[in-house]
């Protein structure tokens, strides 16, 4: 049975998130800038994949009508 959207997401930023922590005190112990500045960038990652989360939670969530054919508002 395939993953839904939302599940591969949501593995992709628990991922994210480790790598994010092991950079940022990989790079912090070897006192090395390119690891710390890569971490933030994966912090970024992660921001991303959060809202392609919370849209695919809203677009799963939605249900569209006659009147709003992109998904009833709140």
């Known amino acids: 049975m395939p993953l839904s959207k939302k599940a591969r997401i949501a593995i992709a930023i628990g991922i994210s998130v480790v790598f994010f922590f092991v950079e940022i005190i990989v790079g912090y112990t070897a006192h090395s ?7 933030f960038h994966m912090l ?6 959060s809202v392609g989360y919370w849209a695919a939670d809203v677009a799963e969530n939605k249900s569209s009508s006659d009147g709003y054919t992109y998904g009833v508002c709140p």
């Open 33 to 39: 800038l390119a690891l710390v500045a890569d971490a």
């Open 44 to 49: 970024n990652d992660i921001i991303s994949l």
